[in-house]
Nanobody, 122 residues
Framework: VKLVESGGSLVQAGASLRLSCAAS????????MGWFRQAPGKVREFVAA????????YYGDSVKGRFTISRDNDKNTAYLQMNSLKPENTADYYC????????????????WGEGTQVTVST
């Protein structure tokens, strides 16, 4: 199984970015997908998750209303649209795949990508 994130960049506060996560080696449509982030010196935290068919989405409190998770099962790809970025959103962003259902827990995820860096400047 391989998950490859892309789309991270250095942007100014208020900008938007779309992260992508390309999956291979698994039956993508059977996996719930999640995004987590980890800032320097902090624990990895839940950002967003999406159910297998994309009907249900879940968000961390700090990103609700600004971030949108989506998926394209035909392309085996998950996305994270991030709007109105803030400096505190600076982190490495990781996508992950789960065959469980506790979407908010990083322990529930079976596979992880290596991350993409997002830096938001003031």
């Amino acid at each position: 199984v391989k998950l490859v994130e892309s789309g991270g960049s250095l942007v100014q506060a208020g900008a938007s970015l779309r992260l992508s996560c390309a999956a291979s080696g698994l039956t993508f449509c059977l996996a719930g997908m999640g995004w987590f982030r980890q800032a320097p010196g902090k624990v990895r935290e839940f950002v967003a998750a999406i159910s297998r068919r994309g009907r249900d989405t879940y968000y961390g409190d700090s990103v609700k209303g600004r971030f949108t998770i989506s998926r394209d099962n035909d392309k085996n790809t998950a996305y994270l649209q991030m709007n109105s970025l803030k400096p505190e959103n600076t982190a490495d962003y990781y996508c992950a795949a789960t065959f469980g259902s506790n979407w908010r827990s990083r322990r529930e995820y079976n596979y992880w990508g290596e991350g993409t860096q997002v830096t938001v400047s003031t």
